[in-house]
């Protein structure tokens, strides 16, 4: 048997080496001089190379997959990410084994593209109304594309990029037209026109070369025809020449206001130095220094530098001061560092800066007006684990009419995350106990006040005061009643601090004494609340076919009541007293003046009210697609006030009445306060102040306050007139559109705004018989004479003194390559005019020039 079967295999082995010896092909005997073009085989297994070198991700509206041709379909919002490139187009499809993509803009029923393919590469964006991109070569072909390079753009009707640094492009024109680059016009105002472009990209620069190319105006072909064109660009800041404005001011005579130099210095910074040079003899020097680290940080520091010359030298109206400004900004990038984040916003003046300010840009943005300046230093510092924030803060606050300034150096908040005290037993919080939340925090603060001359010597260390204050405050609410919310609420303050007040009367000086004395002395104050609120709702229908069909009232009542003790009693030992010069015992409190408040004296024991209401009503409405339109007759209308069932003499609070509402489609807003002192008030015969009797009922005006603004535009009157049909000739520039009659006047719309600001306040107390009423109507608005002659103003009049406030005029001229613009300011303490014209940078603008045409032509750029 098995000799059997070795004879078996040796038979079949035999007969697989004969038939391997016939399956070989002798080779043909090759010429003596061919080369031998053989490759030889080798036994591998060939690892098929994938078609994608990195994911792609895709996302759409609609996205439809078809597995037997290896299609992916992307309809609506469409958008592909691969590699370093992001498309975002109306549709895109992507062929998975031909490893191409292809992308489409957004078209109308007519197949025009109104939204293009927009593609972002390295940073930059291009705009396409086709697109198609090999994802195995990474080379393109675009259509109707738009790519931006340094101050130009190049808009071909076929671009076909080759790698990333070249781009191969027909039918292409190239301009720097600003308002074309940024889309605020379809056409260019110049643009240069060739067959063929090749725009080459490197690393720090890029140039465009160019066969035969011709310059266009306005779309008219020139005579002016270049053989071949070679356009360097690069992307780094180049220093110049800043251009002034130059005018007159009564105070200070002729001047060049902001003539200086720019630099930049590095990646990250640049200097600017501008000068202000006066006929007078002033001057004032503006360096100003900006710096931005991507992604982490941008700031600037700027400083004003100059010398105020008033009058004239030898006479009694000469006058001569030194004036200084120091700014600095930084702001922290949100994505720099989440747990750490510094901030400042400092501006520190001299104390008659904005009196003696030689900037006229001061002037014209009525700075000059402020009567404080503040500066804050910040840095926040947040946990990952900690429920805390804590916060440092330095800051310095500048009041020009006192010439007093504020610091407090520094100042450190700790706040602990809100959280519940009691856990949930069912997951859904309910119940007056499970809704119990804490916030509490620790404010620590270094504080004074002191004036300009005193800062950071003994005088005003010795009146620094140090304070710490904690606040714990505890609230909870439930729903009572299905309809009822019922809430209560404790506040807990706690506090320290390093000086109390001690007061006395000097009978030899005859004046009250405040004396401050050193020593670490505290309180601690608590008050708790009690309140009731709901919501009612109320509908007036009318007769069917009555111009008002309805009127709805919404109503929210609320009630409460207040406790807190009386901290003013002598075993607290936070209140004394002292005899005034009649010999009265007169209370005070140690911590008057203080950093860290003053507790409350006299017991508190009040039921607040507040009956919040808001009305509106449904008008028909010819314009409105349902028929019927709302009309809001109250936003807002709260009445509130307390009585105090502790206190020994007038328990009733002022009554307050806050209202807000808007007429005439929300355009013109309405804001008014009025406060009721439901007590009488006499006055007596030759004296000036007041006593509040308790004599209830009279309910006098100890205030009342209404603000209005109407904001007017040539939009809101009328339709705009349909100067097609009633004008032949037509002309268009920059979107404006000109019609022209018989005469070759031109017609077009006028658009103008107005805005109209009032105030009236009136003001009354016991302090004095005489109320304050303060009055003023503000005008803020602008008048288009022509698409590109603009005038705009404002100013006030103050209805009480019958005098005009600050006024400014100013128009504005746009020639496309440069703009004119003149700021005239006719009275006031500062009389300036302001004439400036800033050239445009175009990088031909030196290359190309032609003549303006005559406005008498029909479509000419009046």
Do not use: C
């Not at 202000?276 to 001057?283: A, F, L």
């Amino acid at each position: 048997m098995a000799k059997t079967v070795f004879k078996n295999i040796l038979q079949i082995l035999i007969i697989l080496i004969f038939n391997n010896f016939l399956a070989q092909k002798t080779p043909e005997k090759l010429p003596k001089n061919a080369v031998n073009d053989t490759i030889s085989k080798k036994d591998t297994i060939v690892i098929k190379k994938e078609p994608l070198e990195d994911i792609l991700q895709t996302k759409a509206d609609n996205i439809r997959r078809d597995f037997p041709k290896k299609m992916i379909y992307l309809n609506k919002n469409a958008q592909v990410k691969y590699q370093d490139m992001q498309i975002d187009a109306d549709y895109i499809s992507i062929d998975e084994q031909k490893n191409l993509m292809f992308a489409r803009g957004k078209q109308d029923s007519l197949g025009k593209t109104i939204e293009p393919v927009v593609t972002t590469q390295a940073g930059k964006k291009y705009e396409t109304d086709h697109f198609q991109y090999n994802t195995k070569t990474r080379q393109a072909i675009a259509f109707n594309a738009r790519t931006e390079e340094s101050e130009g753009v190049i808009v071909a009707q076929k671009t076909k990029k080759y790698n990333d640094s070249v781009f191969a492009m027909r039918n292409a024109l190239y301009t720097t037209d600003e308002y074309f680059i940024k889309k605020k016009d379809t056409a260019a105002d110049y643009h240069m026109l060739a067959s063929n472009i090749k725009l080459i990209k490197t690393k720090n620069k890029s140039q465009i070369i160019t066969g035969p190319i011709q310059l266009y105006i306005e779309r008219v072909p020139t005579p002016l025809i270049m053989p071949f064109a070679i356009l360097p660009f690069s992307d780094k800041r180049s220093a110049g020449i800043l251009i002034p404005s130059f005018g007159e001011r009564q105070d200070v005579g002729f001047f060049l206001n902001g003539i200086g130099y720019y630099q930049p210095i590095g990646e990250h910074f640049d200097l600017k130095v501008l000068a202000d040079i006066y006929t007078k003899g002033s001057w004032n020097l503006r360096p100003e220094m900006n710096y931005v680290k991507k992604y982490r940080y941008s700031g600037n520091f700027s400083a004003d530098i100059g010398t105020m010359v008033r009058g004239i030298k030898g006479l009694d109206d000469y006058n001569r001061n030194s004036t200084y400004r120091i700014a600095w900004r930084h702001t922290q990038d949100t994505k720099a560092n989440p747990f750490l984040n510094f901030t400042a916003s400092v501006d520190i003046v001299s104390t008659k800066f904005y009196n003696n300010t030689l900037n006229n840009n001061y002037i014209l943005n009525q700075n000059v007006l402020n009567t404080q300046q503040n500066s804050t230093v910040t840095v926040t510092k947040r946990f990952l684990k900690l429920p805390m924030t804590i916060t440092g803060t330095a800051s310095y606050s500048q009041n020009f009419a006192t010439g007093n300034s504020d610091l407090r150096l520094p100042q450190m908040n700790v706040a602990i995350n809100q959280f519940y005290l009691f856990k949930s037993k069912t997951g859904v919080r309910s119940g007056l106990l499970e809704n119990i939340t804490v916030n509490t925090g620790i404010n620590i603060t270094n504080y004074v006040q002191t004036e300009e001359g005193e800062l950071f010597k003994k005088e005003m260390w010795d009146k620094l005061q140090t304070g710490l204050k904690n606040n714990i405050a505890l609230g909870t609410n439930t729903t009572v009643a299905k309809y009822f919310t019922f809430s209560l609420g404790a506040n807990i303050d706690n506090a320290l601090t390093t000086k109390t007040l001690r007061k006395f009367y000097d009978p030899v000086k005859n004046v009250v004494v405040n004396e401050t004395e050193k020593g670490i002395t505290g309180y601690s104050y608590f008050s708790t609340t009690a309140s009731l609120q709901t919501t009612l709702y109320g509908m007036m229908k009318f007769k069917k076919g009555s111009a008002v069909e309805a009127i709805r009232h919404m109503m929210t009542p609320s009630i409460g009541f207040t406790y807190s003790p009386d901290f003013g009693g002598s075993g607290f030992g936070y209140y004394k007293n002292y005899y005034d010069a009649n010999g009265a015992l007169t209370p005070y409190s140690i911590f008057d003046g203080g950093i860290v408040g003053t507790p409350t004296s006299g017991m508190v024991g009040a039921l607040n009210f507040n009956v919040g209401n808001n009305i509106e009503m449904k008008v028909k409405s010819k314009s409105d697609s349902t028929g019927v339109k709302k009309v809001k007759i109250f936003e807002s209308l709260n009445l509130s006030g307390n009585y105090n069932f502790a206190a020994k003499d007038h328990p009733w609070s002022i009554i307050t009445i806050n209202g807000q509402s808007s007429f005439f489609n929300n355009k013109l807003s309405v804001n008014t306060s009025l406060s009721l002192d439901p007590y009488k008030i006499i006055y007596i015969p030759g004296q000036d102040t007041g006593i509040r009797t308790e004599d209830f009922g009279s309910f006098s005006v100890q205030g009342f306050n209404v603000q209005m603004s109407y904001p007017l535009s040539s939009e809101i009157f009328g339709k705009k007139e349909d100067y097609a049909k009633k004008y032949d000739t037509k002309g268009e520039i920059r979107n404006e559109n000109y019609y022209f009659d018989a005469d070759n006047y031109a017609h077009f719309d006028q658009a103008w705004t107005l805005n109209i600001n009032a105030n009236y306040a009136y003001t009354k107390s016991t302090a004095s018989r005489t109320p304050t009423r303060l009055a003023s109507v503000g005008l803020d608005g602008s008048l288009k004479l022509t698409p590109y002659w603009n005038i705009n103003g404002s100013t006030h009049y103050d209805m009480v003194t019958k005098e005009l406030a600050y006024t400014r005029i100013g128009f504005s001229r746009d020639q496309r390559s440069f703009t004119i613009n003149f700021n005239w300011v006719p009275f006031g303490q500062y009389k300036v005019y302001d004439f400036f014209i800033g050239i445009k940078a175009n990088i031909l603008s030196d290359a190309l020039k032609y003549k303006d045409r005559s406005f008498t032509q029909p479509n000419a750029p009046f």
